[in-house]
């Protein structure tokens, strides 16, 4: 629909910014919601060990509103996927959390955001890592593929919910897992309360409720699925850590 594709161009313009000045919206730095809502999506996001081991501008482009590396219990010789991967902060962690037997792919659809990447993973020398170009909506990857999805703040931009599910429940293999962060609403914010507090490219009027996540995550196939909320986004909204598991047959 003529809307969907808006919010999307909408959403590569904001983040091709990302790429070339070092925030989302150019050099004021403000990242995340609009800076009306005065909400800090990346609080406490990583500690200064993971952003040691990445390159400064790396840590400098990190727009999500977590840190799925930290609560995906990644393990040895596991491939991993990221969606939306940005300047690559989450795949150069997980690459290392998985070495050197274990594979790391970032999911991006800027342009600026890929090559920002691929430029970080070769000045920290981390070979195990690709970045491909698409849409979370469709992702480039086989049937049962990946063992591990991450995500940081990216999920409530896309206007197409059910196929993102979907498709993360394709490739990823039986028993596979996600750990993601994202913006969920309160269960009585209407989609018009939810705009009110923040424009969709700030991360806040695309935002599912918990309920939603959770219906939606159920209808993908997926079990074993909670949310915690980590920190306030903003009034009614918060930063939260998803889990999920592919079951193991079917």
Known sequence: MAGDVEVREKVRERYAVA????????????????????????????????????????????LG??????????????????????GGIDVLLSARRVGDSGFAYGLDMTDEMLDL???????????????????????????????????????????????????????????????????????????????ERGTWVGCIAGALSYGEYSEQLESAGFIDFTTEATHQATDGMDSAIIKATKPKSS
């Open 19 to 62: 790429a070339t000045e070092g925030s989302c919206c150019g050099p004021t730095g403000d990242c995340g919601p609009d800076s009306s809502v005065g909400a800090d999506l990346t609080a406490g996001a990583y500690s200064e060990a993971d952003l040691d081991a990445i390159p400064d501008k790396a840590a400098t482009t990190r």
């Open 65 to 86: 509103c977590g840190n799925p590396t930290a609560v995906a219990e990644l393990m040895e010789g596991e491939t991993v996927l990221d969606l939306g991967s940005g």
């Open 117 to 195: 990447a691929r430029s970080n993973a070769a000045e920290a020398g981390v070979g195990n890592v690709e970045f491909l170009k698409g849409y979370i909506e469709e992702i480039p990857l086989d049937d049962s593929s990946v063992d591990v999805i991450i995500s940081n703040c990216v999920i409530n931009l896309s206007t197409d919910k059910p196929a993102v599910f979907a498709e993360m429940a394709r490739v990823l293999k039986p028993g596979g897992r996600i750990g993601i962060s994202d913006v969920v609403a309160r269960d009585d914010l209407s989609a018009e309360e939810r705009a």
